[in-house]
């Protein structure tokens, strides 16, 4: 079984660094690839020095655009199972040991490790989706208000440890690049259970996650936070346009949604600088832009 990892990266050399050492201890790995998007902290030399890495240097085109390249790449080069995962999860020296005997699933297109923040369960899986009802969320059934102990059937996951079988990239293809970041795994997620694949959470198969970061680099990320907003608007809008199954789905859900953030900037924008009045006009293009699928890189 020829088994590649894929990492995608952005900024963030220490914790690659660390991600690097943890899948270095995984066998029975055939390859690493890094894909990174266009790191500038010194990230490209430091992967220049790695002989055993492959790599690929791109621009900065999100999460999506770095596992559309990595997903690719393995593919290309004929793996079985590729790994997928962000440079900030930190698989455990036995966590694809304990995947591996679930590729006998017949049914299986992807399995979903479990994550620890600083010792505790971390997740975001959920069981169900609801593409029926715009007045609740589109994730139903999640994992973190349940006790998992066994391998378990959900619907969606992130890309923080995805394992997915050749056969389900052949028929669903890669992930879609133009979404930049923010929902990328669970389009991917429901491309593959409305394919008839199945997505196994494996408790057994352990992998760590990063919590938080310096001073410096919480502030940094907080001023950043503004423009993900509209990737987060436009992206749900997207989904529940692409998936829903009616037409309140396909619009009031995100409508909603994007009212809340406008209101938000209403409230707000008078008394601080986090939003501006011209914010109104950008989270409307980017729920207009969601549901008439216009996607791309603000």
Not at 254 to 280: C, H, I
Request: contains cysteine.
């Amino acid at each position: 079984m020829k088994i590649i990892a894929v990492v995608v990266t952005y900024n963030r050399r220490e914790l690659l660094k660390r991600n690097i050492g943890c899948l270095r201890q995984n066998t029975p790995l055939h390859s690493i690839v890094v894909v990174n998007n266009g790191s500038t902290d010194g990230t490209k030399e430091w992967l220049d020095e790695q002989t055993d890495l492959r790599v690929i240097h791109q621009e900065n085109v999100g999460g999506s655009g770095g596992f559309y390249t990595g997903i690719r790449y393995a593919f290309q080069e004929g793996a079985d199972w590729i790994w997928c995962m962000d440079d900030d999860v930190f698989p455990r020296p036995d966590c694809l040991e304990h995947l591996l005997p679930h590729t006998a699933r017949p049914d299986a297109g992807i399995l979903a490790p479990r994550r620890l923040m600083e010792g505790k369960i971390f997740t975001n899986d959920f069981r169900q989706v609801n593409l029926t009802n715009p007045f609740a969320s589109m994730y139903q059934d999640k994992l973190k208000k349940q006790v998992v102990n066994a391998p378990t059937e959900i619907c969606g996951t992130a890309f923080e440890g995805l394992f997915i079988r050749r056969e389900a990239v052949e028929k669903i293809g890669l992930p879609n690049k133009e979404l930049f970041i923010f929902c990328d795994d669970t389009d991917y997620c429901l491309r593959a259970v409305l394919a008839g694949y199945k997505i196994w959470y494996i408790p057994d198969a352990l992998m760590d996650k990063e919590k938080f970061f310096s001073n410096d680099m919480w502030k940094e990320r907080n001023r950043k936070k503004k423009w993900k907003r509209f990737y987060q608007v436009r992206n749900a809008a997207y989904l529940n346009h692409r998936y829903g199954r009616n037409w309140a789905v396909k619009y009031l859900r995100s409508f909603n949604a994007v009212l809340g953030y406008m209101l938000t900037v209403l409230l707000t924008a008078p008394f601080t600088d986090a939003y501006r009045f011209s914010d109104l006009a950008k989270f409307w293009k980017a729920y207009t832009d969601g549901v008439n699928e216009r996607l791309g890189k603000y």
